[in-house]
């Protein structure tokens, strides 16, 4: 089953790396991993699709958790959620072709981001169904290029937000990890 996974980590370096790396050393899949900063440059959301039966998922979930970087981790597949990817289409484009070409772009309300004598550049966002079903229209044209950014997605119902208290347990997240390596050591 696919999941959608929202995690909210402090925004410094090596925390992609940390995500990332919990997840291949399960060997698990990521199927798309989008990052960006927040509405507190301090802070970063990542958001993860991966696809694993509920067991394994909430394994990965509680691993995610004790890493001292991650703020908040929350599965919101089985929520009601906003989705959306954005991707960019390369496609061939013979003079002929080109009327067709438009009526599925305005169809799908893409739009037209470059044009060249050979080829016409589309950008579409939605869900990955949107995607796959315009992608599947393009195809006889002609595919050249596609980037497609990966899934972002919000909650509905629920705010994955942090407050003071969250950055608060985050430190002293950190801290302890701090004490246990040295400790170690």
Not at 52 to 77: H, N, S, W
Not at 172 to 185: A, D, L, M
Request: aromatic share 2%; charged share 30%.
């Amino acid at each position: 089953m696919k999941h959608v996974i929202s995690v909210l980590v402090e925004n410094h370096f090596g925390v992609l790396a940390h995500v990332s790396g919990l997840f291949s050393a399960r060997g698990f899949n990521i199927d798309s991993l989008a990052v960006g900063e927040t509405d507190d440059p301090t802070v970063s959301r990542m958001t993860i699709v991966a696809h694993g039966d509920d067991r394994v998922i909430e394994q990965i979930m509680k691993q995610l958790d004790k890493l001292v970087d991650v703020i908040k981790v929350q599965d919101v597949t089985q929520e009601e959620m906003i989705e959306r990817e954005l991707v960019l289409i390369k496609v061939n484009a013979k003079a002929t072709a080109r009327p067709e070409l438009m009526q599925i772009v305005s169809t799908f309300r893409a739009k037209v981001v470059d044009v060249n004598p050979k080829t016409v550049t589309v950008e579409v966002t939605g869900n990955g169904s949107k995607i796959d079903a315009m992608l599947e229209l393009l195809r006889p044209f002609g595919i050249r290029e596609v980037v497609r950014t990966g899934t972002v997605a919000l909650s509905r119902k629920s705010e994955l937000t942090v407050s003071s208290s969250a950055k608060s347990e985050s430190k002293s997240k950190e801290k302890s990890g701090t004490q246990k390596k040295t400790e170690k050591v």
